[in-house]
């Protein structure tokens, strides 16, 4: 039986505890979210005592089940000051989950400040221990000590010194299968809520770990099956297929075409140097390059898609791992920057400072509209990212994300809802999209309703990017991504093939079904989608949220984005259609 | 008849308008507010072309109605994202009363950024002049190009490098009657929404002007004798009485008497440097020094209270007009800092900078906590005040407020409500002080509804300060400010006298009467104040405030406030009955 590890950083006590009724059901998202609204006062400051930080895994996470290493990490966020989630792949997650552990709630807050602690986890239990020799570096750095420590098969959940500086872009990082400081649970400033609980790393050793037990062997095989199937067949996701050999960042050259590619803090939504950090370009690279660079590099181990990517220096040497289209956009065409070699340097920053690299990218963006930066110039960029490392008072700011730049410099133009920087796909040229960013409880992500699928993809039907119609739509997705992929354990990449092929979503609940004895359907799991997203607006609503903060920046509605021209023209009543009670 | 001016700032045009039929009877506050709620979008951008900043006289403002020489300064605040109004005394306001106009409002917003204007008002209309060269220096050195220019008996309403740089503390500055720039609609950064429109100053010049109207001669002059008689008989306002020979600041001994006194970051109700802060101190040292020191001042031509001083070097010459309780205590005690000679140079500063002293000094309290520098550190003070002034990134975050320098920093300890930093009365000690901070529509505003009077000072009453029944309180407060004092043009100082001795309020409706040619009652100015307290709230409501909005900090619910040792603990329900409909 799996069991919740509650750690308390005000006594520094760890208890194992049983999983209560109410989330037996519940993993990932769904997990982290229900326990936030059901611990978390709404009101409470992000950073101070009575927020939490919990740390669950996906439904399958830990078993056989395909591209299912993944890690939800939920709380208050600083970023928006309402409920998040943010999720990684990397090594950690089935670690976690073998251990048994389903969630890990760490609450209260040490009285002394910037004292840090480590979280060891093991098979036979949980303790603190003093962290302080590992705070400060880089997580470069920070890292081979770790696992010099713990041994090289360590999961590691950890934060770098933007954490340790309670940024408000300051990601969760998860190692990756080569143990680099690479994969993060980004969004949303969940590393400075870590930070302000004064725990450095979560240290996970899943030997002789119980693992993870399945109710239903043959449903979950079925599933499994099924899923695998689809996702081998469907052209996005297939070996040999878009993501597997030109990255996340096949995208580029297709959203640029589309005239979406947000370019100049959302000035333009098509950049004259799209294809020079496309995913085309990334594939040549390597194979040009050679020595260690690759593409087709999967983040978490049972991933069958390999959407990732090591990107070489001109030497062959490693410069960074990963080159994701949301980075390479935000760090690149947003900040009118056309270079891999300098979007990579910046991701390796990002990574080592432990921050998120879509809000670092869009507070770059809104760093240079106040006059900071000129627009593509790269070296100063790169300035500006190790202003944020060494904590700064510019750094600060920056580090404190897009909104809290804006309003620094009294910037009018940020691209940002709910206080969260917007991803990679110009909500005024893809409206769906734009619904999603204003309605999502967790302010501008697109994760979490990834309507590119139909606006754009032609996946799941096809749909007019630019028609206004777009509530229904949204809250569709809404609850599909809640439960089918960000509380299964699934990454969201599967959604391609489970949407174009109704036996791929029938896999994910079949797999889920079998883990958790249950007889569900694929609309029991859309279901209880819903329900993870009603409760996450409640708090949202509980924290002072009211329907006008479901809306898109102001200047997004009087500002006309070429080449389409086009402004934000969904009417506020189909913005208001998605949480209608 | 007086007229509205109208200064569209993106075509660079004048337009004298008629007063529409339901503007007629308001003035100051009242009419602001009511311009805003009726023209500006509440979720627009505050800095953005939709927001709009208007200038309006109190009722009885430029008559001879004594201490009425009162601007309201109203608009969308970049500071709290609701609706805002400061108000000044100084020379301006009866300046622009005399010259028949009722309010100036600005919109727009000019397409070339970096430039600004003047607008030059007399008798013979409005035009708008380049004011490039009067542009990033000091106020000290500007004013005196400015007086220079257009002759010394101009009224000038600016801003400094603060609202040049778009910084959410910046105040509107109004000059005093020997025309330094020393008197601020200092709160919620009505300066920067004037920089965002490229509007440097406002030159007035009354000579030939109309005057103001007065319909029934009888009644106002009766009530003028009647509020005359009030004040001249109240301990408080009397000539010779506290606020006349001690000042504002012959609060600080009181206050920290009480246990109230905000020191070191609202982490201490009592401040061991208090009498060296003190209106008494302020007094001895204007004496000692000698030279152009002194206290009695008017900042405003026709105040009988004349509660303002000069405040001298120790060589006799002039430091700084003037040493406010607000500001000494925010500079002085909630920095840990006990000289009035820091203060003094740190008030300059503001001055000089044009900021509001009381956000600044919040925000330094703040910067404090975070580290920058000790408390009691005046020399670090004054370079970080320095910081704004020269728009460095650290001066940016502080030239931001106390939230977004907490924010930037990760300080939890902030304490504000909607954004803005709390004045010089400790919530936890003085409840009722506490509701207004938390209801108020302007966020934490000691002078929405002063409710020290019967709290503190005996007036109008006696009431415990530790009581936590304060909504009908609040709410009574809150009421009779918004018309009787903010609206009639009034300073918020007749209060003392009009509250205590009832033929002091009735003389203020009674010059009300005479100057609209009304029949109104004291009954009848404050339903008005209702409804326009009601009207701002309800902008507020539909810029996205809730009733979460209306709480204080957590950090004051769970952390004891010495002397004392008490926690904020009016529940919430009593916090939601001063605006229940």
């Not at 221990?129 to 010099?148: D, H, I, R, S, W």
Request: net charge neutral.
């Amino acid at each position: 039986m799996s069991k919740i590890l509650r750690v308390n950083m005000t006594n520094l006590t760890t208890k194992f505890e049983d999983v209560p009724e109410k989330y037996k059901f519940l993993g990932g998202r769904g997990l982290t979210s229900a326990i936030t609204c059901d611990e978390v006062p709404p009101t409470c400051h992000p950073l101070g005592p009575n927020n939490k930080v919990t740390f669950a895994t996906g439904i399958v996470t830990g078993t056989t089940a395909p591209t299912s290493g993944r890690i939800s990490v939920g709380g208050k966020s600083p970023l928006t000051g309402g409920i998040k989630e943010a999720n990684s792949g990397g090594i950690a997650p089935q670690k976690l989950a073998r251990l048994g552990i389903k969630a890990i709630i760490v609450e209260g807050q040490p009285k002394e400040k910037g004292k840090f602690w480590l979280l060891k986890v093991d098979k036979n239990g949980a303790q603190l221990l003093p962290a302080n020799e590992f705070v400060g570096k880089g997580l470069y750095e920070t890292y081979p000590k770790l696992f010099a420590r713990f041994g090289k098969d360590a999961g590691i959940i950890g934060i770098g010194v933007a954490g340790e500086m309670l940024m408000s872009m300051a990601g969760v990082c998860v190692n990756d299968p080569e143990n680099r400081p690479s994969r993060y649970a980004g969004r949303g400033g969940m590393g400075a809520v870590m930070g302000s609980k004064g725990l450095k790393a979560i240290i996970l050793d899943d030997k002789g770990g119980p693992g993870v037990t399945i109710a239903n062997k043959e449903a979950f095989e079925t599933g499994r099956k099924k899923l695998i199937a689809a996702l081998q067949k469907h052209a996005i996701t297939k070996p040999g297929g878009a993501l597997n050999t030109t990255g996340t960042a096949t995208l580029v050259n297709v959203i640029n075409e589309a005239g979406a590619l947000p370019t100049r803090n959302f000035r333009e939504g098509r950049f004259e140097g799209a294809n020079k950090i496309s995913g085309e370009t990334i594939k040549e690279t390597c194979e040009k390059r050679g020595g260690v660079g690759m593409v087709g590099h999967a983040c978490s181990p049972g991933c069958i898609i390999k959407c990732s990517n090591v990107y070489p220096k001109p030497d062959g040497t490693e410069l960074v791992s990963c080159q994701e289209y949301e980075s390479v956009w935000s760090l690149g065409a947003n900040c009118g920057i056309d270079s891999l070699d300098v979007t990579g340097e910046l991701i390796r920053l990002c990574n080592d400072y432990g921050v998120d690299t879509i809000e670092a990218g869009v507070a770059l963006g809104v760093a240079m509209e106040a006059g900071l930066a000129k627009f593509g110039d790269g070296k100063r960029a790169i300035e500006l990212m190790h202003e944020i490392g060494k904590g700064t008072p510019l750094g600060h700011i920056l580090g404190s994300g897009a909104t809290i730049t804006a309003d620094t410099f009294g910037v009018v133009r940020c691209p940002a809802t709910k206080g969260q920087g917007m991803p990679a796909y110009e909500p005024r040229a893809i409206r769906g999209m734009g619904v999603i960013y204003a309605t999502s409880p967790m302010g501008a992500d697109h994760t979490s309703g990834y309507t590119i699928a139909p606006e754009i993809l032609g996946v799941s039907g096809e749909i007019d990017k630019f028609s206004l119609e777009k509530g229904d739509l949204a809250r569709n997705f809404l609850n599909t991504t809640a439960y089918c992929f960000d509380s299964s354990g699934h990454c969201l990449f599967i959604s391609f093939a489970c949407l174009d092929d109704r036996s791929g979503l029938e896999g994910v609940v079949e797999e889920c079904n079998g883990v958790l004895g249950t007889k569900w359907t694929v609309d029991d799991m859309i279901r209880m989608g819903k329900e993870i997203v009603d409760r996450e607006w409640a708090f949202n609503e509980a924290a002072g949220f009211t329907k006008s903060h479901d809306r898109l920046p102001e200047f997004m509605k009087y500002e006309k984005l070429p080449p389409h021209n086009v402004t934000f023209d969904v009417p506020d009543k189909e913005l208001d259609k998605v949480h209608k009670r």
